[in-house]
Structures are given as C-alpha cells and as structure tokens.
C-alpha cells in the first residue's frame, strides 16, 4: 500500500488519532464491553438460549452460599502456588545453564521448546495416555511407583495437572531466564572474580539480584497465566476425579456452558477477573513499578 | 553428565577444591547442578515425544500387546490413514483461515495504532488508548468469554468462523501493541523528521518507514499470535457446535472422546496436528522463540 492510496490526512503531529481507531474499536467490541458485559450479566438469569432477566443479587448468592467456590478458589490457588514453586527454580537452573554458550546447549535449548508448540489438547491427550496405570510409561518402564491411578486420585491428579503445567511451561520461563542472564554484564563476574568469589558466592549475589525484574515478569505471567488454564485441565480431566482439579476456569465453563447457568458463571468470572487484577497489582508492588524497561536498563 | 568445558582461561587449584566441597549451586562454566537438571529436563521433554512417534505407528492390538517404549516390530501407517481419511483435512482447513484471518488484521491494526501511539502519544487521547491496551495485558480475558458468547450469537456469527476470529483479533491487540510500539520507538527521530521534510503523510511514513524498519518485530508478533490462535481451544469449544467448524485442537478433543481406546489413531492425530508447527519450528526456529517470549524479553 502507498501513501497515493492512503486516506488524506495532514502529515502534522495530533492528527494521529485516526490510526489508532481500528484496534480500539475490536478492543472495545470484544474486550471491554465484555468486561462490563460480565458484570452486568452476573446479576442476571440466563440460561444461555433464552430471553436474560435481570435478578440482582441472586447469582452471587448461589454462588457465595456454596462450598463449590471456596473449593475451586482452594484448587485454583494450589495450582498456581505449586506450580510456580516447580517451576521457578527449575526455570532459572535451566536459564542459566542455556545460557552458557556451549554448542551441545544450544542443541538441547532446540529440543526443549518442543513443549511450547504444541496445543495444551494435544498435551492433554498425550499424557492422558501416556499414564495409563495399565498400558502407559509406568508400565513400560516397570518401575511400580509409575504405576499408579494418576489421573484417578484426588491428589494424584492435582499433581499431575501441576506436572504437565510445568513440561509445558518450563521451556518458556528458561527462556526469560536464559535472556536475563545473558544481559548481566560480564564485568560484574570479573570483579567478583577478582575479589575471590566462588561460583555459589556469585550466584547469590550477581546472578540472583541481576535477574529480579526477569523473576518477577516471570512470576507474573505464571500466576496470571494460571488463572486461565482451562484446555490442559478440561481435556486431562474434566476437573475430576470429583472436583479435584475443579479450577476457577472450569468451575465458569461448567456452571456456564454444562448447567446452563450463565449468571453464577458471570460472578465467577467477576471472582477471576478482580484475582487477576488484584495479583498484577501484587506483584508490580513487590517489584517496585514499571519492569518492562528495567529490564532493558539493566543490560 | 554436565560435562565442564573450558571456554574461560582454568582456574586456581584452591578455588577448584572449595567448589568440590560444596558444589550446590555454581553458575556458569562448572555448573553441576545446572547440567545434571539439562540432561533429566532432556529425558523429561523427549520420552513423551519419542513414545508419541513409536505408538503412532503401531496397530491397535500391537499398542495393547508390546512395551510401550519398544518400536513397532510391523510399523503400520493405518492410524495415519484413518486420520486423514477421516474429517481432519477439513478442520486443517478451518485453522488455516482462523489463524490466517485473525493474525493479519490483528497485526495490522496493531501496528497502525503502536505507530499512532508512538509518534503521537502525547495527546491525552492516544493516552487514554494506550492504557486501555495496557490495561488489557493484565486482566485474564477469557474470564469475558460469556459476553463474547453473547455478543457473537446477537451478531448471528454463532458456529462461523468468523465468530472466532473477530474475538481472536481483538485477545491478540494488547500484547502486539505493547511489543510493535517498543520497536517502533526504537527508530531514530531523524529519519521521522526527513520524511516529513520530504512532505510524506503519517499514514506514507508508516508504511514506507516504520514498517520496513520493524519487519523483524512484525514476523516475531505474527508469530506469537499465530501460535496462540493455532492451539487455542477455548473460543472454538464455545462459539461453535457444528462438528465441521471445529478448528484442530477442539477435533483432537472430539476424537479422543470419539476413539479413547484407539490410542495409536489418537496420537497420530496428535502428531499430524502438529507436524505444521513443527516444520515452521525447523525452518524458521529463532523466529519462532523470539516470538514466544515478545515483549517479555524485549
């Protein structure tokens, strides 16, 4: 396309506007009058087909008055928590250990991501059979500890969901890391060396802090990120056994889209929004504003 | 495991004696805990891919009677076969058109406001939007989904593909936004103020200028959208119904439901599904990563 084509418009600064309206007409279509929508639609019966009557407080009190919430709030927390307290240290080993700049590294940095290409159902579906007490890798392996109900047990299968998070999350997060690491100044470990520290010395006290604004990037898309896994966990297990892994996400998708009740389903989509919210917010405070030049700086 | 290699000048004698004594934790060259970790994280990551290949090549009776990490003894493309023969061509056609329709525009529109936003971001109006957009980084959108629900059957866009790529497009402008405005501001004003001297309009700078100077950052963008709308599941799962609007991920979930116990099938259903990811992964891999971590690393 050439300017010859292009709408006629001053080429002065202030008449800008006009560029910017295309993408805010879809956000706003699609993201913040949903937004509102989700509110007003909590305080209303729908069924999904039918006709929406409004009936106040009703919604949020059947959904307030029922264990259910706590529960999933409960399910929800715990993945989040735990999953972040895999994958963390996990994550920042791996980082570091990519970010040397070995040969043999780089290719196995080319097998990791693998992970990361693949749908969450396709994940899903891989490890569902892939930890089949009776045809699955425990079997093949002969090893009896693999050999279990895993996706039968309540506990078993919360850590499982918290598993297959981390092997397909993992690859992502090492790779904030390895960038982060890469972007300390070498300087800075030559002054340490110089000084006589040792390897643990310069981990805790050069590598460690140098990467506290990749940490907390990375703790944020992880716990926000959490909130939403919704395909891993509806396609793995479908919240059960029971309502072991009965998360937020899926707590809406079944009050909404299987019970047909669409108005508890708005107060919980209200619940997620208001802890996504309140979580950034958390986690900007802690590290102390604005990261995503920080970061930069840093280098 | 974790082999050492010299790439910096050896160390002293006494230095190496204190990290035998306590090798917890060291950092680069001689990192113990760091290698051990790579090399279990490999086996962690390859095992499941390696089984997926093998099993997609058995047959049904050979998956139940062989050990699951032993190789087809008669390797059969039958489970390849059926999947193809089966409706999986046309949800392939589905995602293309999804993802293809969503990313252009998205990136698109993105890239005219990030441009906007860039060289006219002082007015309290392009202001205003840009903390909209960022606004939009933080909260969960898929906790709207009911509304979009809404909105998509009172605009009779139900079952359609369009459905789902309208909201696609709008879940995509935040971060696109955010990473194509951190490039876009990387262009020294100078060439801004030379093509304006030159009597180019805004709308001719952004395509003859700004554009061109970005390209990297746009393919990184269209990239990381279009993976994220590849694989996603949960628009699909709900603004569709009709089994031949159903884009890949959501016909996998439907044919493992449909097929649990032909568990090969499924996993060459799986591999098919992702063969073209794959492929993009191999030829274009640096693309591919910068684009997963957009705006995070940047």
């Known amino acids: 396309m050439t300017s010859a084509t292009a709408p006629r418009k001053k080429g002065r600064g202030g008449s800008l506007g006009w560029l910017a309206l295309p993408a805010l007409a879809f956000f706003l279509a699609f993201a913040v009058v949903p937004l509102v929508g989700v509110l007003w639609l909590s305080f209303t019966t729908w069924d999904g087909l039918g006709e929406i009557r409004l009936t106040g407080l009703d919604s949020w009190h059947a959904v307030l008055d029922n264990p259910g919430l706590m529960h999933s709030l409960w399910v929800t927390f715990l993945v989040m928590a735990l999953s972040?307290?895999?994958?963390?240290?996990?994550?920042?080993?791996?980082?570091?250990?990519?970010?040397?700049?070995?040969?043999?590294?780089?290719?196995?940095?080319?097998?990791?991501?693998?992970?990361?290409?693949?749908?969450?159902?396709?994940?899903?579906?891989?490890y569902k059979a892939l930890l089949d007490p009776n045809f699955g890798l425990g079997a093949g392996l002969g090893i009896d500890i693999l050999i279990q109900d895993w996706l039968g047990e309540p506990t078993l299968a919360l850590g499982v969901v918290i598993f297959v998070v981390s092997w397909q999350f993992i690859p992502f997060h090492s790779l904030?890391?390895?960038?982060?690491?890469?972007?300390?100044?070498r300087s800075m470990y030559e002054a340490a060396e110089l000084d006589g520290a040792g390897r643990v010395r310069m981990f805790w006290s050069i590598t460690l802090p140098q990467l506290k604004y990749t940490i907390i990037t990375s703790s944020t898309l992880m716990v926000v990120g959490s909130l939403t896994f919704f395909d891993l966990i509806y396609v793995m297990t479908?919240?059960?056994?029971?309502?072991?892994?009965?998360?937020?996400?899926?707590?809406?998708?079944?009050?909404?889209?299987?019970?047909?009740?669409?108005?508890?389903?708005?107060?919980?989509?209200?619940?997620?929004?208001?802890?996504?919210?309140?979580?950034?917010?958390?986690?900007?405070?802690?590290?102390?504003?604005?990261?995503s030049d920080s970061q930069l700086e840093g280098a | 495991m974790g082999t050492p290699v010299a790439t910096r000048p050896r160390?002293?004698?006494?230095?190496?004696?204190?990290?035998?004594?306590?090798?917890?934790?060291?950092?680069?060259?001689?990192?113990?805990?760091?290698?051990?970790?790579?090399?279990?994280w490999l086996l962690i990551v390859v095992v499941p891919?390696?089984?997926?290949?093998?099993?997609?090549?058995?047959?049904?009776?050979?998956?139940?009677?062989?050990?699951?990490?032993?190789?087809?003894?008669?390797?059969?493309?039958?489970?390849?076969?059926?999947?193809?023969?089966?409706?999986?061509?046309?949800?392939?056609?589905?995602?293309?058109?999804?993802?293809?329709?969503?990313?252009?525009p998205a990136v698109a529109i993105s890239f005219m406001?990030?441009?906007?936003?860039?060289?006219?971001?002082?007015?309290?109006?392009?202001?205003?939007?840009?903390?909209?957009?960022?606004?939009?980084?933080?909260?969960?959108?898929?906790?709207?989904?009911?509304?979009?629900?809404?909105?998509?059957?009172?605009?009779?866009?139900?079952?359609?593909?369009?459905?789902?790529?309208?909201?696609?497009?709008?879940?995509?402008?935040?971060?696109?936004?955010?990473?194509?405005?951190?490039?876009?501001?990387?262009?020294?004003?100078?060439?801004?103020?030379?093509?304006?001297?030159?009597g180019a309009t805004e709308w001719g700078t952004l395509w003859r200028l700004a554009f061109p100077l970005t390209r990297p950052a746009v393919v990184t963008v269209a990239i990381y959208n279009g993976l994220t709308i590849w694989n996603g599941f949960l628009l699909p799962l709900i603004l569709t119904q009709s089994?031949?609007?159903?884009?890949?991920?959501?016909?996998?979930?439907?044919?493992?439901?449909?097929?649990?116990?032909?568990?090969?099938?499924?996993?060459?259903?799986?591999?098919?599904?992702?063969l073209p990811i794959l492929v993009m992964y191999m030829v274009g891999r640096r693309q591919l990563l910068s684009g997963l971590t957009a705006g995070f690393g940047k």
């Open chain 1, 238 to 291: 479908a919240g059960g056994p029971g309502d072991a892994t009965r998360v937020l996400a899926l707590d809406m998708y079944k009050r909404g889209f299987q019970a047909n009740l669409m108005g508890p389903a708005s107060v919980i989509a209200v619940i997620l929004v208001v802890v996504g919210l309140l979580l950034a917010m958390l986690l900007r405070r802690i590290g102390g504003g604005n990261n």
């Open chain 2, 243 to 274: 089994p031949d609007k159903r884009t890949l991920p959501l016909a996998l979930a439907a044919f493992q439901g449909q097929y649990s116990v032909n568990v090969p099938a499924v996993l060459a259903s799986v591999l098919l599904t992702t």
């Open chain 1, 84 to 126: 972040w307290a895999f994958q963390t240290p996990l994550s920042i080993l791996l980082g570091v250990f990519l970010a040397g700049r070995q040969r043999y590294r780089a290719v196995l940095a080319v097998v990791y991501f693998i992970p990361l290409l693949l749908s969450s159902a396709a994940i899903a579906i891989t």
């Open chain 2, 11 to 40: 160390e002293s004698a006494p230095r190496q004696h204190r990290r035998r004594r306590s090798n917890v934790r060291p950092t680069s060259n001689k990192n113990w805990l760091g290698g051990a970790a790579g090399w279990i």
């Open chain 1, 176 to 185: 904030l890391y390895q960038g982060g690491v890469r972007q300390i100044p």
């Open chain 2, 49 to 104: 891919i390696y089984w997926i290949v093998i099993t997609s090549f058995k047959s049904q009776s050979n998956y139940y009677a062989t050990n699951p990490l032993v190789p087809p003894t008669e390797p059969t493309l039958a489970n390849y076969i059926m999947v193809i023969e089966s409706d999986f061509p046309l949800y392939f056609v589905n995602s293309i058109i999804v993802t293809l329709g969503a990313v252009v």
């Open chain 2, 113 to 198: 406001a990030a441009f906007a936003i860039v060289r006219g971001g002082r007015g309290r109006f392009l202001k205003s939007v840009n903390s909209l957009f960022l606004m939009g980084l933080a909260i969960p959108l898929q906790a709207t989904i009911i509304p979009v629900y809404l909105i998509i059957i009172r605009l009779n866009l139900y079952d359609s593909l369009l459905g789902m790529i309208l909201p696609s497009i709008a879940f995509a402008i935040p971060l696109s936004v955010l990473v194509l405005s951190n490039f876009i501001r990387d262009i020294p004003k100078e060439l801004f103020e030379s093509m304006r001297l030159d």
